[in-house]
């Protein structure tokens, strides 16, 4: 391929990656060599809106990535993602698409929409909270995944703001966080990789 076309290098820190807390549940069964159920809760990002295919949704790459470093042991990672969907409206679906498939883990991503939309942030550290009990239940690992660097969320005042909200809670929670939203901004601003490279028109 020419030089000009070549897929952009992602230097992504390490520190801005690295989980704060450990996985036990998923450690546990790591270590016994047991079946791995992840199921993934989230909006469009999380469906697939913009992947080329169904198989390039970042669920369907996760199984994918998991099966190449760790060849031996079988994992199932489930797909929940609803387009449009805020945080009130997965948490009316939680037992379904959540509790009744008994995860070890939940990548729960959250918050882009309502930032989107611009609705009022109050009571989405609640909701979420909500959620975390829930997933306590079944006791279960968790990761809170965090709105997108994209041009349709950070042109919204309250962008920011949802970001420090999540952290915030995850923190109170002592759950993970995966930062999504410097993770891109990362990409934008330090490797200077256009928005059209990571995403999607929609």
Excluded at 28 to 55: F, H, L, N, R, Y
Excluded at 85 to 105: G, Q
Excluded at 133 to 161: H, M, N, W, Y
Aim: proline share 6%; aromatic share 6%; with cysteine.
């Amino acid at each position: 391929a020419r030089a000009d076309t070549a897929a952009p290098a992602c230097d992504t820190p390490l520190d801005l990656i690295r989980l704060a807390n450990p996985l036990p549940r998923v450690a546990k069964k790591i270590a016994s060599g047991e079946p791995i159920t992840i199921v993934a809760i989230g909006s469009s990002s999380t469906s697939g809106a913009g992947a080329s295919s169904p198989d390039a949704n970042y669920p369907s790459r996760l199984a994918i990535e998991l099966k190449q470093h760790f060849p031996k042991l079988s994992f199932s990672v489930l797909n929940r993602g609803v387009g449009g969907e805020e945080v009130a409206d997965m948490l009316r679906r939680f037992e379904s698409a959540v509790l009744v498939e008994k995860p070890d883990l939940v990548l729960w991503q959250l918050g882009t929409n309502s930032v989107i939309r611009g609705h009022m942030l109050g009571g989405h550290d609640a909701l979420i909270r909500v959620g975390l009990a829930k997933i306590r239940t079944i006791g279960a690992d968790v990761v809170l995944i965090d709105p997108q660097f994209a041009p349709k969320v950070i042109s919204k005042p309250d962008a920011e703001r949802m970001v420090t909200l999540i952290s915030a809670t995850a923190k109170r929670e002592d759950v993970d966080l995966f930062r999504r939203f410097e993770v891109m901004r990362h990409w934008y601003d330090v490797d200077h990789i256009g928005f059209e490279t990571f995403v999607s028109p929609d």
